[in-house]
């Protein structure tokens, strides 16, 4: 038998694996890529138009700046999301002629049993404070999740394996938040500037099947379930490091310009890894020395930029635009520490795993917020009513596309509402989330199935992302703030400027 490549299963497992912490990491970094919605509970029923227009502490997650106008406040809300989608996979099944296992030239297209994914609906916290340390100076921290699913799907389908399970079974026990602290200051009535630095904290655990088929088919298909390989995935500690700069500039009481940055959030972290080996004679003997790795990979950049306009008395209406910088994510690195498989049949004694990549080729992508406010007073309270409508392109290429990272076009339309009752303000927002349907030709995907007992890759590997793709997301939210002292108490106005001069 040719030895396998150096790559050996537990290695292409973890590379495999690895791929699906992209899923809830994208923290702040943008919906496009990988979370569903805007997150906050005033923010996201204005549609994610808060750039300009954010003035309280759920602008930690939008531009910095804007936390100045918060003031001495705590902010503390939680977002319900409801997330499911559906898939329903398609493959190119090529004939082999049983004596050399070489393909005969002809194939056809293999529709499968539909499966359909869901997540948990937990509440997705945000807890934050802010402090006046000066008229010009307000300081926060604060920690928040962004709104992504936990997403599972059936081990079985009426009795057979899943077709999707080579792609992902279960993201559950995962755990993953933001917490960042930060400033804002305002040298004059015109300007605020705002910066943060933070991090993404968690765990992050998967479980996937890969194939343990032997090289050339010669003994078995690829995606017989005798062969499968359950891998379980835990990636801890993650402590991933990044950054936010914010302006805002306020002309005139009627008009706000806000410009926002988030740096890149760079993912370097430990990971251990576990397997179930196949029943088949050549893994009856194997055995696995160490389970230690580490894992490499980036999540992008983010531009926004937001304009608001409060040219009729109560009523607030901004426009945002966004960019942002997926490129950047275009491979997982993983290095294992000390890994070797041993008595393996028919292959060397060691295997010792040299560092690993898993390609995703994501792609930039833009996106459009309308939304605003309006303030009224009724019943001896002041109230707020919010609406707002977001697109935003996909990050994910179609021939890229898996049930470990759906995305697509989306379309979020949302409202809100809130209430002041003195110091208190009390909030509470509905978002749905439409996403357009995806169907990936089998005959243009790109992701391989992991089979890491492979001597050669084959000139057609089995791909196990084929097919249609469907998702959408409910998000009810409800918020309380509650605030000490106003941001302008203290400050120098334009009047008091004037004199002093």
């Known amino acids: ?47 994610g138009a808060y750039i300009a227009g954010g003035d309280d502490l759920g602008a930690i997650a939008y531009n910095p700046a804007g936390v100045y106008e918060a003031g001495a406040q705590v902010l503390f809300d939680v977002g319900l999301f409801e997330w499911r989608s559906r ?4 493959a190119i099944v090529r004939q082999v002629d049983p004596n050399t296992g070489e393909p005969t030239g002809s194939s056809f297209v293999q529709t499968m049993e539909p499966v359909t994914g869901s997540a948990p609906v937990l509440p997705i916290p945000t807890l934050a404070a ?84 032997l090289p050339e088919r010669m003994f078995c298909a690829p995606e017989d379930p005798e062969w499968d390989i359950l891998s379980e995935l835990s990636v801890a500690p993650i402590v991933a490091p990044t950054g936010q700069l914010g302006a805002l500039f ?68 901004e426009l945002g635009l966004g960019i942002e910088g997926w490129s950047m994510h275009d491979d997982i690195h993983v290095e294992p520490d000390g890994v070797v498989l041993r008595n393996v049949a028919g292959f060397p004694e060691e295997f010792r795993v040299p560092k690993v990549s898993f390609p995703r080729r994501f792609q930039n992508s833009l996106s459009a917020r309308l939304g605003g406010e309006y303030s009224f007073d009724l019943a001896g309270a002041r109230w707020d009513l919010r609406a707002g409508v977001s697109i935003e392109q996909s990050a994910v290429p179609p021939e890229y596309l898996s049930v470990l990272t759906i995305d697509a ?30 169907r990936v030709d089998p005959r243009e995907a790109r992701l391989p199935q992991v089979s890491p007992v492979r001597a050669n890759p084959p000139e057609s590997p089995n791909t196990i992302n084929g097919g249609a793709y469907s998702a959408r997301a409910n998000v009810v939210g409800l918020g309380v703030a509650y605030t000490f002292e106003a941001a302008g108490s203290g400050a120098i106005r334009p009047a008091a400027r004037a004199a002093a001069r």
């Open 1 to 47: 038998m040719i030895p396998v490549q150096t790559p050996t299963i537990r290695a292409v497992l973890l590379v495999a694996s690895a791929a699906g912490a992209l899923l809830l990491p994208a923290g702040d970094a943008g919906a496009a890529g990988l979370y569903f919605t805007d997150r906050g509970v005033r923010p996201s029923s204005r549609g």
């Open 87 to 90: 898939h329903t996979r398609q």
């Open 130 to 213: 802010s402090f006046k340390v000066d008229p010009r100076w307000v300081v926060w921290g604060g920690v928040w999740a962004p709104y992504a699913a936990l997403s599972s799907y059936p081990e079985q389908v009426k009795g057979a394996p899943a077709p999707q399970r080579y792609a992902l079974l279960t993201l559950e026990g995962s755990a993953l938040a933001f917490v960042g602290a930060g400033a804002a200051y305002a040298p004059s009535p015109e300007w605020r500037f705002g910066a943060g630095i933070g991090a993404l904290v968690g765990t992050f655990n998967s479980r996937m099947v890969v194939s343990g088929c």
């Open 250 to 317: 306020v002309p005139t009481p009627r008009w706000r310009v806000g410009l926002a940055f988030q740096l890149p959030i760079w993912v370097r972290a430990p990971a251990t890894f576990r397997a179930r080996l196949p029943a088949a004679p050549v893994f009856e003997r194997a055995v696995q020395e160490g389970e230690d790795a580490d894992v490499a990979f980036d999540l992008p950049w983010v531009l926004r930029a937001g304009v608001e306009a409060r040219v009729v008395d109560g009523l607030r209406v």
């Open 409 to 438: 076009t989306k379309l979020t339309t949302a409202a809100g509402l809130g209430v002041h009752l003195g110091r208190f303000r009390l909030d509470a927002s509905y978002a749905h989330a439409f996403a357009a349907d995806v």
